[in-house]
Protein backbone atom coordinates (compact mmCIF):
# COMPACT_ATOMS: atom_id res chain seq x y z
CA UNK A 1 0.00 0.00 0.00
CA UNK A 2 0.99 3.25 -0.21
CA UNK A 3 2.94 5.23 2.39
CA UNK A 4 3.48 8.68 2.85
CA UNK A 5 6.59 10.31 4.96
CA UNK A 6 6.27 13.69 5.59
CA UNK A 7 9.11 16.52 6.99
CA UNK A 8 9.74 18.43 8.80
CA UNK A 9 7.41 17.54 12.06
CA UNK A 10 8.18 20.69 13.71
CA UNK A 11 8.80 24.29 11.66
CA UNK A 12 9.31 27.55 13.14
CA UNK A 13 9.16 30.60 11.74
CA UNK A 14 8.99 34.31 11.79
CA UNK A 15 6.14 36.57 10.49
CA UNK A 16 6.85 37.56 7.00
CA UNK A 17 8.70 34.68 6.09
CA UNK A 18 8.12 32.12 4.00
CA UNK A 19 7.69 27.63 5.05
CA UNK A 20 8.01 24.91 3.59
CA UNK A 21 6.90 21.39 3.92
CA UNK A 22 7.46 18.37 2.02
CA UNK A 23 6.27 14.74 1.46
CA UNK A 24 7.24 11.94 -0.41
CA UNK A 25 5.25 8.78 -1.40
CA UNK A 26 5.70 5.59 -2.34
CA UNK A 27 2.86 4.52 -4.36
CA UNK A 28 3.54 5.24 -8.44
CA UNK A 29 -0.64 5.04 -8.96
CA UNK A 30 -1.12 7.76 -6.87
CA UNK A 31 -2.83 11.10 -8.56
CA UNK A 32 -3.94 13.35 -6.45
CA UNK A 33 -2.33 15.02 -3.58
CA UNK A 34 -4.12 17.50 -1.03
CA UNK A 35 -3.09 19.67 1.92
CA UNK A 36 -5.16 19.93 4.76
CA UNK A 37 -5.07 22.88 7.77
CA UNK A 38 -5.54 21.63 11.09
CA UNK A 39 -6.26 23.71 14.24
CA UNK A 40 -6.70 22.65 17.26
CA UNK A 41 -10.19 20.90 18.18
CA UNK A 42 -11.10 20.95 14.33
CA UNK A 43 -11.53 18.89 12.04
CA UNK A 44 -8.96 19.24 8.80
CA UNK A 45 -9.33 21.65 6.30
CA UNK A 46 -8.46 21.45 2.48
CA UNK A 47 -6.43 24.34 1.31
CA UNK A 48 -5.04 23.50 -1.83
CA UNK A 49 -4.51 20.41 -4.03
CA UNK A 50 -2.58 18.94 -6.79
CA UNK A 51 -3.09 16.54 -9.43
CA UNK A 52 -0.29 14.18 -10.99
CA UNK A 53 -0.92 15.93 -14.64
CA UNK A 54 0.00 19.19 -13.27
CA UNK A 55 3.83 20.63 -11.94
CA UNK A 56 2.34 23.41 -10.07
CA UNK A 57 -0.71 24.96 -8.36
CA UNK A 58 -0.40 28.30 -7.25
CA UNK A 59 -3.44 29.87 -4.44
CA UNK A 60 -2.81 33.77 -3.64
CA UNK A 61 0.27 32.70 -0.68
CA UNK A 62 0.12 28.98 -1.08
CA UNK A 63 1.55 26.95 -3.72
CA UNK A 64 1.98 23.37 -4.16
CA UNK A 65 4.41 21.09 -6.68
CA UNK A 66 4.97 17.97 -7.66
CA UNK A 67 7.84 15.70 -8.95
CA UNK A 68 6.09 12.50 -10.13
CA UNK A 69 9.22 11.03 -11.25
CA UNK A 70 10.77 11.46 -7.60
CA UNK A 71 7.90 11.21 -5.69
CA UNK A 72 7.70 14.08 -3.90
CA UNK A 73 5.52 16.92 -3.52
CA UNK A 74 5.59 20.42 -1.18
CA UNK A 75 3.63 22.78 0.18
CA UNK A 76 5.23 26.32 0.20
CA UNK A 77 3.48 29.33 2.36
CA UNK A 78 4.32 32.88 1.90
CA UNK A 79 4.17 35.87 3.67
CA UNK A 80 3.84 33.47 6.74
CA UNK A 81 1.27 35.20 9.25
CA UNK A 82 0.47 34.50 12.95
CA UNK A 83 -3.02 32.49 12.06
CA UNK A 84 -1.24 30.30 10.09
CA UNK A 85 -0.18 28.90 12.53
CA UNK A 86 -1.21 25.07 12.51
CA UNK A 87 -0.81 21.34 11.95
CA UNK A 88 -0.35 20.51 7.99
CA UNK A 89 -0.80 16.99 6.60
CA UNK A 90 -0.17 16.40 2.95
CA UNK A 91 -2.24 13.19 1.77
CA UNK A 92 -1.75 10.95 -1.34
CA UNK A 93 -4.81 8.83 -3.16
CA UNK A 94 -5.05 6.64 -5.88
CA UNK A 95 -8.02 5.71 -7.74
CA UNK A 96 -10.45 3.29 -5.70
CA UNK A 97 -12.45 2.38 -8.81
CA UNK A 98 -14.41 3.73 -11.35
CA UNK A 99 -14.39 7.16 -11.88
CA UNK A 100 -14.15 7.67 -7.74
CA UNK A 101 -11.06 8.52 -5.71
CA UNK A 102 -10.39 6.24 -2.83
CA UNK A 103 -8.63 6.43 0.29
CA UNK A 104 -6.53 9.77 1.42
CA UNK A 105 -2.97 8.28 2.88
CA UNK A 106 -1.53 10.87 5.11
CA UNK A 107 1.68 12.43 6.38
CA UNK A 108 2.47 12.98 10.15
CA UNK A 109 1.71 16.15 9.93
CA UNK A 110 4.30 19.21 10.67
CA UNK A 111 3.25 22.01 13.10
CA UNK A 112 3.77 25.04 11.95
CA UNK A 113 4.26 28.02 14.24
CA UNK A 114 4.65 31.77 12.69
CA UNK A 115 6.22 34.28 15.71
CA UNK A 116 4.68 38.32 15.35
CA UNK B 1 -24.57 25.02 1.93
CA UNK B 2 -23.96 23.61 5.59
CA UNK B 3 -20.81 21.13 5.75
CA UNK B 4 -19.83 17.99 6.88
CA UNK B 5 -21.96 17.37 9.94
CA UNK B 6 -20.81 15.05 12.43
CA UNK B 7 -22.41 14.06 16.12
CA UNK B 8 -22.11 13.69 18.81
CA UNK B 9 -18.55 15.97 19.05
CA UNK B 10 -17.89 14.60 22.52
CA UNK B 11 -18.74 11.26 23.93
CA UNK B 12 -18.12 9.39 26.97
CA UNK B 13 -18.20 5.34 27.60
CA UNK B 14 -17.29 3.17 30.05
CA UNK B 15 -15.03 -0.01 28.80
CA UNK B 16 -17.12 -2.28 27.43
CA UNK B 17 -20.37 -0.16 26.47
CA UNK B 18 -20.65 0.51 22.48
CA UNK B 19 -19.82 3.81 20.52
CA UNK B 20 -22.03 5.22 17.67
CA UNK B 21 -20.93 8.24 15.84
CA UNK B 22 -22.61 9.62 13.09
CA UNK B 23 -22.15 11.33 9.86
CA UNK B 24 -24.14 13.16 7.53
CA UNK B 25 -22.42 14.01 4.59
CA UNK B 26 -22.13 17.76 2.48
CA UNK B 27 -25.10 18.29 0.34
CA UNK B 28 -25.11 16.35 -3.22
CA UNK B 29 -22.19 13.96 -1.91
CA UNK B 30 -22.48 10.40 -1.66
CA UNK B 31 -18.91 9.41 -0.87
CA UNK B 32 -17.96 8.92 2.88
CA UNK B 33 -14.85 8.11 4.45
CA UNK B 34 -14.21 7.62 8.10
CA UNK B 35 -10.56 8.09 9.55
CA UNK B 36 -9.32 7.86 13.33
CA UNK B 37 -6.79 10.20 14.52
CA UNK B 38 -4.82 9.11 17.55
CA UNK B 39 -3.36 11.30 19.97
CA UNK B 40 -0.69 12.96 18.40
CA UNK B 41 -0.54 11.21 14.97
CA UNK B 42 -1.85 11.55 11.73
CA UNK B 43 -5.42 10.85 10.26
CA UNK B 44 -5.42 6.79 9.67
CA UNK B 45 -8.21 5.70 6.79
CA UNK B 46 -10.79 3.21 8.32
CA UNK B 47 -13.24 3.09 5.50
CA UNK B 48 -14.87 3.96 2.71
CA UNK B 49 -18.74 3.92 1.86
CA UNK B 50 -21.27 5.35 -0.90
CA UNK B 51 -24.96 4.94 -0.18
CA UNK B 52 -25.91 1.23 0.73
CA UNK B 53 -22.14 -0.30 -0.09
CA UNK B 54 -18.75 -0.80 1.51
CA UNK B 55 -16.36 0.11 -1.28
CA UNK B 56 -13.31 -0.59 0.76
CA UNK B 57 -12.99 -1.42 4.33
CA UNK B 58 -9.23 -2.17 4.57
CA UNK B 59 -8.54 -0.06 7.74
CA UNK B 60 -11.30 -1.11 10.24
CA UNK B 61 -9.77 -3.37 12.79
CA UNK B 62 -11.12 -6.71 11.96
CA UNK B 63 -13.15 -6.85 15.20
CA UNK B 64 -15.94 -4.69 17.30
CA UNK B 65 -16.32 -2.05 14.36
CA UNK B 66 -18.70 -1.20 11.63
CA UNK B 67 -19.65 1.34 9.14
CA UNK B 68 -22.82 1.49 7.13
CA UNK B 69 -24.08 4.44 4.98
CA UNK B 70 -28.06 3.50 4.38
CA UNK B 71 -29.82 4.78 1.59
CA UNK B 72 -31.91 7.29 4.38
CA UNK B 73 -29.71 8.77 6.83
CA UNK B 74 -25.62 9.74 8.07
CA UNK B 75 -23.52 7.22 7.95
CA UNK B 76 -22.54 5.37 10.91
CA UNK B 77 -19.36 4.23 12.87
CA UNK B 78 -20.03 1.59 15.86
CA UNK B 79 -17.59 0.24 17.54
CA UNK B 80 -18.83 -2.50 20.48
CA UNK B 81 -17.33 -3.20 23.39
CA UNK B 82 -14.89 -0.28 23.36
CA UNK B 83 -11.40 -0.40 25.05
CA UNK B 84 -9.04 2.37 26.32
CA UNK B 85 -6.96 1.74 23.25
CA UNK B 86 -10.09 3.11 21.11
CA UNK B 87 -10.28 6.62 22.39
CA UNK B 88 -9.15 8.73 19.76
CA UNK B 89 -10.73 11.63 17.49
CA UNK B 90 -12.96 10.01 14.37
CA UNK B 91 -13.51 12.21 11.33
CA UNK B 92 -15.90 11.90 8.58
CA UNK B 93 -15.20 13.21 5.31
CA UNK B 94 -17.48 13.37 2.00
CA UNK B 95 -16.88 13.54 -1.15
CA UNK B 96 -19.14 14.03 -4.84
CA UNK B 97 -19.36 11.62 -7.35
CA UNK B 98 -18.46 13.62 -10.17
CA UNK B 99 -16.00 16.73 -10.15
CA UNK B 100 -12.75 17.06 -8.41
CA UNK B 101 -13.46 14.22 -5.86
CA UNK B 102 -11.92 16.55 -3.08
CA UNK B 103 -12.63 15.14 0.46
CA UNK B 104 -14.01 17.46 2.85
CA UNK B 105 -14.24 16.91 6.82
CA UNK B 106 -16.62 17.12 9.41
CA UNK B 107 -15.72 18.25 12.89
CA UNK B 108 -14.58 14.71 14.37
CA UNK B 109 -16.23 12.92 17.41
CA UNK B 110 -13.73 12.42 20.09
CA UNK B 111 -14.49 9.31 21.78
CA UNK B 112 -13.20 9.02 25.53
CA UNK B 113 -13.14 5.62 27.20
CA UNK B 114 -13.10 5.35 30.94
Known amino acids: GENVEQHPSTLSVQEGDSAVIKCTYS??????FPWYKQELGKGPQLIIDIRSNVGEKKDQRIAVTLNKTAKHFSLHITETQPEDSAVYFCAASERAGGTSYGKLTFGQGTILTVHP | NAGVMQNPRHLVRRRGQEARLRCSPMKGHSHVYWYRQLPEEGLKFMVYLQKENIIDESGMPKERFSAEFPKEGPSILRIQQVVRGDSAAYFCASSSRTGGNEQYFGPGTRLTVT
Open chain 1, 27 to 32: DSASNY
